[in-house]
């Protein structure tokens, strides 16, 4: 869980995470947004509260959009995180494993609660961080 949760805050906070994909900019007139809890399609349970609690967090941080309950906001946004692994990439010299790298894969969608149209789509995101 360790690896997953330090993931989760570099994915999105450290490497200046931004909504990129497919679709056009934020509406002018969206000024809150609900983060749903992402389905979790991995073997580390809890991850997808760490990941909600993270994006979460990057959004106060930001100030752009306040973030309200699920249902609530102009904008929604809702995802799944389709993979977690860590490999070993260093190790000492008796060959134990001394540095790890985790990478964690999802896809999200923001939507325009009001009309429900797609204002930003991003399939695959990927991030990689060594731990």
Do not use: W
Request: hydrophobic share 40%; net charge negative.
């Amino acid at each position: 869980m360790k690896a997953g949760v330090a993931l989760v805050l570099v994915a999105f906070s450290a490497c200046g995470y931004h909504l990129a994909g497919t679709g056009p900019a934020i509406p002018a007139d969206a000024h809150t947004i609900s983060i749903h809890l992402f389905h979790n399609h991995t073997r580390e349970r809890g991850l997808q509260v760490h990941l909600r609690r993270a994006i979460e967090e990057e959004f106060r941080r930001r100030g752009a959009l306040r973030v309200v309950p699920e249902g609530e906001g102009d904008l929604e946004l809702t995802g799944d995180i389709r993979r977690l692994a860590s490999v070993p990439v260093a190790f000492s010299a008796t060959d134990e494993a001394v540095q790890y790298q985790s990478t964690m894969t999802i896809g999200m969608r923001l939507v325009e609660r009001a009309s429900g149209r797609t204002v930003n789509e991003t399939p695959v995101l990927q991030e990689a961080q060594d731990f």
